[in-house]
Structures are given as structure tokens and as C-alpha cells.
């Protein structure tokens, strides 16, 4: 079926082109679809100024009957100057109100970006906002300046950049949920990543209908062609970005009180291949990155480049990242593996003090979880191996690997079927793997949610389809600000789902691609670019690409004085512009919604923002968020790193180091060179002890476990060139002395000790060190 064709019985229920025409009493949208079969009606009372009055006509119109309707409107209302044509757009962006009347957003130009199995994914070229209300109605508020300022606010929003729909394809789902949906006769919008879904709250309330508005999702969206074995294929890469506790850089850090995550965004690779009978194959790997899930933030400052990390310690238990992972477990089944890269070595303790507080969480959420179920909890230590481009690349990608081994990649294959063949004997065609509602569980891995079971993707509404394997699970990455580091690790992780997808469908003999290939240099850019407008939203500046510049051979010294500029703009744009663009972002969402008689947006504190999001209940809560502005790194304190046996002698250092029910004190002990891990390992090691030897054998850390694993570089420092990756172990005698035990440097080898280690730990489920 050509594309066209395809595309057309795609969107037969759906409206594409909306028309406004206005009355003094009334909107008048009409709207028709791709095919211009169909054509509907929406009217909009526009004499109240503080109410919405919306009224959709049920009935299903020609094009000439709808002619024929507008003209009698027209005629009808001659007395007050008839019918008249506003404008021509492409889509309702949402409806809202500031201190005065509600506005209507329009979609007035758009763009073709891609294709996904035949839909079309467009982006937003122009839009329009109109104010619904007559001028005689309209109180003195809608020209006051409060209510153009917001307007103005609103309009920071830049819809035209990174924003993407579909009227057709759920862009808001992955490939896999849409494909095991089951048709219920409805749209269904998932809204995390739904940026307008306050906007079009209001349309749906009155008319409970998804035809007029569109869902914007906001992110990044690419497509490309590629050439492998002979066989043309489509790449697509898609980030979608939460709306939950969305913002910028140091107005969004870790996690709020429901679990949300800052900078939390949802990353899809699909590879298409379309059959000259047909038939498409398709595959699709999704990964997420977000902030650490814990209580902690950084206050922006004009004259400090680097603000210092303030964590807080009230939520002990850890309750809001057990909610976080709740959540991921929930949408993407199990397992969930955490890849944490941030530092592990500091003199003065930044990244650090996060560390040991996110080991310790993740050591309280595995504990009398089963083994199947516990995150899988790795830390590398990405900085470290970062001046050697292809140390640091080999390394992340034979994490990608387990990763990818652990989860799948989702691969089916879908078979067009006709509309005669649609109303004939197969009236609802249902997917062959995964599609009911009985299967919808964390066992089929990407799995639907529960309030959408019952959907059913146009994908499956025109297409049978066989699914060959399914995605269980997902890759979570994060750095400090989940944004140049992560990026290389996604990256990394695609790599290796592209060679698994690949093989999936058919066009690799063996899932193995040479890095050099052209293709693998296609998708870096990608990620690249993906990299940078990620960075630019959320950060204020393009992505430090540091290691994709080496790998492509470019000079040193020109990367380094790129990476300078890109801090400069990062440092300018958090310090003068975020606020500003965090107000418009609270707009756009919904966060705040303006008032008469209330404060207005810009006139909120900080702290009170952060309310907005449930980030902070208490007033005058920031007095648990203490700075930490010693040279160590912070105690933790279900578990701390350091024993009391350690402290032994330093009473000066234990005076100055106090840590209170509510906070962390400004200063604590350094953070070993090796955290103590949990591993479940002790069927695989020699001389393991009893179970009731364990009290017997206590390590430094004061945790109850036997050895602790890591893979060092053989460098002395973290500044210097990593040579030699080395895997060993720590033993721990009854005295407190330890010693290491090293057993091959062959990382990766599937026959050495090490790489037996590491599968325990995958299988098992656990902790995980790699300095």
C-alpha cells in the first residue's frame, strides 16, 4: 500500500484542517478530514467573559451540507453583520484563562517530519492565539498589564521549536504499547508526556472528545534513512519529555513528593522496513534518563559557576523513590536497571555527597524485594575515563549489552489489511502476543497501563500483526544534570539495541555491527542532536559532545574551547534567564494558575515554586536544605561508608560533623576510594562463610556482606589516563585489615571469573560498583 493511500485510511476518522469563522454571538470551527468525507461542527459562545460555553453539532456532515449550514448561519445573523472567516489552522492547542477572558490556541502552520508505519508526525510552524470573548463583553482585566504580561509569558512557550503531534499515531506511547493496544472506538492520551494536557482540559470537560484538540509532545523527534545488507530501512530517534515536575536546570533537581523526577525523558529508537508485499517490520528499544530521585537542589547563583549540591535527609525511608521506581516498574515492567555515572572521586565533595545517599537508597528498595524484581543498581564512573574516547565508549557499551540482554527489544511485524477485509470476518483484529487485557501485565514488559488496556492503536485498527519479541524492562541513566554524560550513555546503549533490532528483523545474520560502520556513525549524530536540544531545554546551552568530537578525530584543544563556550552559555542562561523561562513553563502546564486578588507568578519567591510542584509543603521549609561546603563527603544515615572505628582519634573532625534529624551538617568525613556493595554472589566464590558467621564479619562500612566488587583503572588519579581495566575483589578479615584479590583483566571475556561475577549480579539483581 503506498504511503499516501495508507496515510489516507489511517486518518478516515480524524480531523486534519479546521476552519474559524466568528460571529458576534459565536465561534464557528468546522473541521474535515484527510479523505474531505467528513466534516464536523464546534461552536463556542463568545458573550460570557469568565465562563466557557463549547457545544459540538453530533451530526456528520458533507462538504456541501457544511457549506450549507455556515451559509444559513450567515444569514441568520446578517442584523449583527453575518459570518464571518477568521482564519484557517491546523489543530486546537488548548484553551486558557489568565485574569480575564479564556484565549484559544491555535495551530496555524505545520510541517511534515516523519513517518511512523504510515502516520504522519508533523511539527508546529506557526500558531495563533485568539481571545474568544467580544470586545463588549470583555471586562477591564483583559487589558490590564498583569493580563498581558501573561499573555506575553505564554508566548516564551516557543511551540515551534521541539514540539511534535500526530493526528493519527499516539507520538505521546511507544511503539509497543500502541501496537498492543486493543481498539475500544477512542482515543486514548496518555499525559505524562502530554505537554498540553491542562490546556485541553476545559474542551474535553464540555464535549469529552479528543477530535479538535491535538497532543503536543515535547522533546525531540529525527528521522533518517539508512542502508544495511542491501535493504533500505527508517531510523527514527524520539525523546519525549515529562510534564510532571518539568522545568529548568536548578529550579528542577531530583525528585517531589509523588515520585517525579526533573528532567524525566523517554527515549524510543524504532527501525522500519517497509516489504514490497506490504508488510512492514518494525522494531523499537526505549530507554529513559531523569534526576537522581532524592530530595536534594542547587540555588542558582550569579557569581558561583558551580552552586553547591544541598541534599535533604527528611525523607529517610525513601519513600518518594520507592514511588519513582514504582511508577517506571509500572509502565515499563521489570527489570529496571539504574546506570548512575556520576563521580566517585572528588576533593571537594559535589557529586559525591549524592553518591552514597543514592547507594544507600537503592541498598533500602532491594531489601525483602525478590530477586526478579530488585533494580539492578550500577555505578560507573564516567568522568574518570572520559579523556580516552574509545576506553570510555568500550566500557559503556558492554553495560549497554547486559542491559540490552536483560530487557529485549520490542519486534513485530505488521501486514496491512483492507477496509472490506476490516468489516468482514475480522472485525477487530487482535494482536497475537500481548494485546488483551488479561495479558496487559508487567510480565509483557512495555506493558498498557490499566485505564487503557481497552484502547486500540490505528496501528492494529488497519493492520494485523505478529509480535516476535517484546521489550521487559528498561535502561534508567543519569548523571548530575542527565544530559552530556547520559547522552553518551544512551548512545551507547542504542548502539547495541540497533545491532539486537537489526538481527530481530532479519537484516543482520548475527547481532554484531563494526562501530565504524555508517551507520553506527548515523545514529551518534542522531544522539548528538538529540544531546544538544535536550541540553539547550533543560540546561540552556548545547550538550559537552567532548567524546563524540573525539571520536570523530577532532582537535583537543578546539573541543575544549567549544565545551568552554557552551559553560559560559549554560552559566548565563541559568543565571538570568531560567527564572523567567520556568515561569512560562508553570503557565503552559497548569503549575500555577493565575488569580485576582492572589500574588501574581512573577512575584513568587523561589521557594514557593518549588511548592507548586510539591517539592516543598512546609513554609520556611528550606531550613533542612543545608549547604554542605566541607572538602568530605556526606554521612548517610541508615549506612554510612565510614565506621566509627574509622573516626577513631578525630574528635576535632566528629565536633564539626553532625548530622540531624532534619538535614546533613555543612561537613563530614571523605567518601572511601571503594563504596561497600551488596552482591549477591556467594554461591559463585570460594570459601564462602556460614550463615551464622555473619555477625563475625562486619567490613569498615559496618554492612554484613563478604567481599566488595569493583573494576578499577590501574591510573592513580581520577585525572589520569586510565590504561589497564582491572576487576578484582576487597576481603575483608575479622581485624578490619583488607586486602585485594585480583582475578583477570579480561572484562567482557564470557570465560573469565570477572564476567561470571557480573552475570551473577544481572541474574541476581543488586548493587554494583565500577570506579
Given at each position: 500500500?503506498?504511503?499516501?493511500?495508507?496515510?489516507?485510511?489511517?486518518?478516515?476518522?480524524?480531523?486534519?484542517?479546521?476552519?474559524?469563522?466568528?460571529?458576534?454571538?459565536?465561534?464557528?470551527?468546522?473541521?474535515?478530514?484527510?479523505?474531505?468525507?467528513?466534516?464536523?461542527?464546534?461552536?463556542?459562545?463568545?458573550?460570557?467573559?469568565?465562563?466557557?460555553?463549547?457545544?459540538?453539532?453530533?451530526?456528520?456532515?458533507?462538504?456541501?451540507?457544511?457549506?450549507?449550514?455556515?451559509?444559513?448561519?450567515?444569514?441568520?445573523?446578517?442584523?449583527?453583520?453575518?459570518?464571518?472567516?477568521?482564519?484557517?489552522?491546523?489543530?486546537?492547542?488548548?484553551?486558557?484563562?489568565?485574569?480575564?477572558?479564556?484565549?484559544?490556541?491555535?495551530?496555524?502552520?505545520?510541517?511534515?517530519?516523519?513517518?511512523?508505519?504510515?502516520?504522519?508526525?508533523?511539527?508546529?510552524?506557526?500558531?495563533?492565539?485568539?481571545?474568544?470573548?467580544?470586545?463588549?463583553?470583555?471586562?477591564?482585566?483583559?487589558?490590564?498589564?498583569?493580563?498581558?504580561?501573561?499573555?506575553?509569558?505564554?508566548?516564551?512557550?516557543?511551540?515551534?521549536?521541539?514540539f511534535y503531534y500526530s493526528y493519527t499515531y499516539r507520538v505521546m506511547s511507544s511503539l509497543q504499547k500502541n501496537v498492543c493496544n486493543i481498539r475500544s472506538g477512542q482515543h486514548h492520551h496518555e499525559t505524562m508526556f502530554v505537554w498540553n494536557e491542562y490546556l485541553t482540559r476545559k474542551m474535553k470537560e464540555s464535549i469529552n472528545s479528543n477530535l479538535w484538540t491535538v497532543a503536543l509532545v515535547y522533546g525531540f523527534f529525527k528521522q533518517?534513512?539508512?542502508?544495511?545488507?542491501?535493504?533500505?530501512?527508517?531510523?527514527?530517534?524520539?525523546?519525549?519529555?515529562?510534564?510532571?515536575?518539568?522545568?529548568?536546570?536548578?529550579?528542577?533537581?531530583?525528585?517531589?513528593?509523588?515520585?517525579?523526577?526533573?528532567?524525566?525523558?523517554?527515549?524510543?529508537?524504532?527501525?522500519?522496513?517497509?516489504?514490497?508485499?506490504?508488510?512492514?517490520?518494525?522494531?523499537?528499544?526505549?530507554?529513559?534518563?531523569?534526576?537522581?530521585?532524592?530530595?536534594?537542589?542547587?540555588?542558582?547563583?550569579?557569581?558561583?559557576?558551580?552552586?553547591?549540591?544541598?541534599l535533604s535527609k527528611k525523607d529517610v525511608k525513601y519513600e518518594a523513590t520507592r514511588l519513582h521506581f514504582e511508577d517506571l516498574s509500572k509502565r515499563y515492567g521489570n527489570p529496571i536497571v539504574v546506570l548512575n555515572l556520576i563521580k566517585s572521586h572528588e576533593t571537594k565533595p559535589r557529586e559525591t555527597i549524592l553518591l552514597s545517599e543514592f547507594v544507600n537508597a537503592a541498598r533500602v528498595l532491594n531489601k525483602g524485594v525478590p530477586k526478579e524484581d530488585r533494580m539492578r543498581f550500577l555505578h560507573f564512573d564516567l568522568q574518570r575515563h572520559s579523556r580516552e574516547a574509545s576506553i570510555a565508549l568500550s566500557l559503556l557499551s558492554k553495560v549497554a549489552a547486559e542491559a540490552v540482554n536483560l530487557t529485549g527489544v520490542f519486534c513485530g511485524k505488521l501486514i496491512s489489511v483492507s477496509q472490506k477485509e476490516r468489516t468482514s470476518s475480522l472485525s477487530v483484529p487482535k494482536c497475537r502476543q500481548g494485546c488483551t487485557t488479561e495479558n496487559s501485565n508487567t510480565e509483557e514488559g512495555l506493558h498498557v497501563p490499566e485505564d487503557s488496556a481497552n484502547d486500540y492503536c490505528n496501528l492494529c485498527a488497519n493492520s494485523l500483526h505478529e509480535t516476535l519479541e517484546l521489550q521487559k524492562g528498561i535502561l534508567r541513566t543519569n548523571c548530575i544534570d542527565c544530559l552530556d554524560r547520559t547522552n553518551v550513555a544512551q548512545y551507547a546503549y542504542g548502539l547495541v539495541?540497533?545491532?539486537?533490532?537489526?538481527?530481530?528483523?532479519?537484516?543482520?545474520?548475527?547481532?554484531?555491527?563494526?562501530?565504524?560502520?555508517?551507520?553506527?556513525e548515523q545514529l551518534m549524530d542522531l544522539y548528538e542532536a538529540m544531546g544538544d536540544t535536550l541540553a539547550l531545554q533543560y540546561g540552556g546551552s548545547p550538550a559537552h559532545n567532548k567524546i563524540f568530537s573525539e571520536r570523530r578525530g577532532?582537535?583537543?584543544?578546539?573541543?575544549?574551547?567549544?565545551?568552554?563556550?557552551?559553560?559560559?552559555?549554560?552559566?548565563?542562561?541559568?543565571?538570568?534567564?531560567?527564572?523567567?523561562?520556568?515561569?512560562?513553563?508553570?503557565?503552559?502546564?497548569?503549575?500555577?494558575?493565575?488569580?485576582?486578588?492572589?500574588?501574581?507568578?512573577?512575584?513568587?519567591?523561589s521557594d514557593h515554586q518549588q511548592k507548586i510542584a510539591g517539592y516543598i509543603k512546609e513554609e520556611g521549609a528550606r531550613s533542612f536544605l543545608i549547604r554542605s561546603l566541607s572538602d568530605g563527603n556526606l554521612q548517610s544515615q541508615r549506612s554510612s561508608p565510614i565506621s566509627s572505628r574509622d573516626l577513631a582519634g578525630k574528635d576535632q573532625l566528629l565536633d564539626r560533623t553532625r548530622v540531624t534529624s532534619e538535614g546533613l551538617s555543612e561537613s563530614s568525613p571523605e567518601i572511601p576510594a571503594c563504596l561497600c556493595l551488596e552482591a549477591n554472589f556467594r554461591e559463585e566464590l570460594p570459601d564462602v562463610i556460614e550463615e551464622d558467621e555473619q555477625a563475625n564479619r562486619v567490613c569498615r562500612c559496618g554492612d554484613?556482606?563478604?567481599?566488595?566488587?569493583?573494576?578499577?583503572?590501574?591510573?592513580?588519579?581520577?585525572?589520569?589516563?586510565?590504561?589497564?581495566?582491572?576487576?578484582?575483589?576487597?576481603?575483608?578479615?575479622?581485624?578490619?585489615?583488607?586486602?585485594?584479590?585480583?582475578?583477570?583483566?579480561?572484562?567482557?571475556?564470557?570465560?573469565?571469573?570477572?564476567?561470571?561475577?557480573?552475570?551473577?549480579?544481572?541474574?541476581?539483581?543488586?548493587?554494583?560498583?565500577?570506579?
Open positions: 500500500m503506498a504511503e499516501e493511500e495508507r496515510e489516507a485510511s489511517f486518518g478516515e476518522g480524524c480531523l486534519h484542517k479546521f476552519r474559524v469563522y466568528e460571529t458576534q454571538s459565536y465561534f464557528y470551527l468546522t473541521g474535515q478530514n484527510k479523505n474531505k468525507n467528513i466534516w464536523r461542527v464546534l461552536k463556542i459562545s463568545r458573550l460570557e467573559c469568565s465562563e466557557l460555553s463549547i457545544v459540538e453539532d453530533p451530526t456528520i456532515y458533507t462538504q456541501l451540507e457544511c457549506y450549507d449550514l455556515l451559509e444559513r448561519i450567515h444569514e441568520g445573523n446578517k442584523s449583527t453583520g453575518g459570518l464571518k472567516f477568521v482564519t484557517v489552522c491546523y489543530g486546537i492547542i488548548g484553551i486558557v484563562k489568565f485574569l480575564g477572558p479564556y484565549y484559544i490556541l491555535l495551530i496555524k502552520k505545520r510541517r511534515k517530519i516523519g513517518t511512523i508505519c504510515g502516520h504522519t508526525i508533523y511539527a508546529i510552524t506557526k500558531s495563533e492565539i485568539i481571545t474568544i470573548p467580544n470586545s463588549a463583553v470583555q471586562s477591564d482585566v483583559s487589558v490590564s498589564k498583569d493580563e498581558n504580561r501573561y499573555k506575553r509569558l505564554l508566548g516564551m512557550m516557543d511551540l515551534t521549536k521541539d533518517v534513512h539508512l542502508s544495511v545488507s542491501n535493504k533500505d530501512l527508517i531510523l527514527t530517534l524520539i525523546a519525549r519529555r515529562s510534564r510532571f515536575y518539568a522545568g529548568t536546570r536548578y529550579l528542577r533537581r531530583g525528585v517531589n513528593r509523588k515520585g517525579k523526577v526533573a528532567n524525566d525523558v523517554e527515549t524510543e529508537q524504532i527501525i522500519m522496513e517497509d516489504n514490497l508485499d506490504g508488510s512492514m517490520k518494525i522494531s523499537s528499544a526505549v530507554q529513559v534518563r531523569g534526576s537522581i530521585p532524592l530530595f536534594w537542589s542547587q540555588d542558582s547563583s550569579k557569581f558561583v559557576l558551580k552552586p553547591d549540591i544541598i539495541a540497533m545491532k539486537r533490532q537489526l538481527h530481530a528483523l532479519g537484516v543482520l545474520k548475527s547481532p554484531e555491527l563494526d562501530s565504524n560502520h555508517p551507520v553506527a577532532q582537535w583537543r584543544a578546539t573541543i575544549q574551547s567549544q565545551d568552554l563556550w557552551k559553560s559560559l552559555q549554560r552559566y548565563y542562561s541559568n543565571a538570568w534567564i531560567d527564572g523567567e523561562k520556568q515561569n512560562a513553563i508553570n503557565l503552559f502546564l497548569g503549575s500555577f494558575q493565575p488569580q485576582l486578588g492572589k500574588p501574581s507568578l512573577w512575584e513568587i519567591s554484613k556482606h563478604y567481599r566488595t566488587y569493583e573494576i578499577s583503572s590501574s591510573a592513580n588519579s581520577c585525572d589520569e589516563e586510565p590504561h589497564e581495566i582491572v576487576a578484582s575483589w576487597t576481603e575483608h578479615d575479622d581485624d578490619g585489615s583488607k586486602h585485594k584479590v585480583d582475578t583477570d583483566n579480561n572484562f567482557g571475556d564470557p570465560d573469565s571469573n570477572f564476567t561470571r561475577y557480573f552475570m551473577r549480579w544481572v541474574d541476581e539483581g543488586g548493587l554494583f560498583y565500577h570506579c
